[in-house]
């Protein structure tokens, strides 16, 4: 069942195993039909994330990423359309002449021979099923890791499926039937999970587990609770406590060569619990009636937020339908960020709110779209343009937000912006190199539209400042205004690279900005 938790378990996991001296990879399968999940509506999936080599994957892989504090590729964000485009291609190349192309074996073989291309580079593969048992979406992948489980020694493999055990408030007891059900759809389809992870509100009761392990023939020991922590970091802590390490070693015959070391994860996690002190952060954004839309933006506040052990709290401004509202907002406030988006709805709230905290010296951080509502904002408001960008105004006289000229043929959406991580030039003395103490650093991508090259002589002469440029010195990648206590765009998302162990710097200096505006910090 989505929203169950399969990710923040998979994601423990590699964080848990990597801490444990073995080399993990994982993998996320979704079964939709899309290549990759950058055409997806966030609304309906979350975020699209974005990995170095430029794949746009689901949020999943982020998590990944933030836990493991490891940089993931294209090979491990699998989807349904990623697999069904290489059997057609080889179909079409004649690779199964004479053969009519089935579900198994040639669909199931393609995904047990993706999964097995990486054997040699890892100890052990995370395979992360997206998806409910059941489901048509996913049945031929199960399939292909039924038929994988042949292939290798049985010991090889470990399956552990993540159940719901709800409580009826009527009764107030924890059911098991609903894991009951699931596991025997999961048997009916050929598979015995090895260990059961039960996602409840409480621990699970002794008994509970009892019963479950008697009806899905599972020894007790490898029904494991998984009750809800306090913030998503704790998991995997809670995970050792819970004891689901060792019948995960045993089935695999692996002994782990130390114990983890999560001296600093759990020195996080403590400040997590104990904050000195609260900061609220503004989001202007459209959809922020799904707070996954965001994911990486929010998650990126706590790690900077548990680095300084303080709390950062994400304030969502529904830029759409609160024009008028922006200053009553951004009083309550200790900064803003305009995160990326894309399309017109809500622009003017953006660029309004970006407006106040420009004025009023509110500390702000634009990130992609944010970074170009503040230079339409200063075109409009400081050099007196009639400014837009053109993915606005197609005919705005001042087009100070333009597309790249490699975008101008561009006519499919898929895949086609400009994608993926690249090296950042940073000038000298500016707030830039103040956060990276660098001077040259790598951050990922996703847009088409660009500051427009023929303005930038303009803003530099009234007082905006850029920072950050491509190796070229043709593209400009981070602009800043030096008289503000903290006023910065990136053209990139240091968000995509934002570690628990390791949070982006840009979020750092922003929240102490933040701090110091108050007065918090000296
Ligand atoms: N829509 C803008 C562009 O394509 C911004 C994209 C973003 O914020 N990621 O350039």
Redesign the pocket.
Known sequence: MSGLGKGLLAASLTKLLSSSSFLILPIKFDGYLNIDAGTINPYKHGEVFVLDDGTETDMDLGEYERFLDQSLDSWSSLTGGKIFQRVIEKERKGDYLGQDIQFIPHVTNEIINWIREKDNNCDITLVEIGGTVGDIENAYFIEAMRQLHLKVNRSDLCWIHVTLVPVLNVVGEQKTKPTQASVKTLQGMGIQPHILLCRSEKPLKPEVREKIGMFCNISVDNVISGHDVRNKYEFPLLLIKEHLLPPLFSQLGLKPRFDQKLALWKKLVHNIENPSTLVRIGIGGKYTRLSDAYISITTALTHAGANLGILVEPVFIDTDINDNLVKAHLTKLDGLII?????SRGIEGKINLVKEARMNQKPFLG????L?CAIIEYARNVCNLNAN?T?FDLNTPHPV?DLLPSQKSVYRKGGT?RLGSYTIKIIEGTLAQKIYQQSLIEERF?????INPKYVSLLKSKGFNFSGLSLNDEIIHIGELPEHPFFLGTQF?PEFKSRFENPSKVFVEFIKACLLERGELK
């Open positions: 995160p990326g988006g894309f399309g990130i992609c779209l944010g170009q960008s993915e937000i912006m996703r847009h088409r539209y660009e998302h």
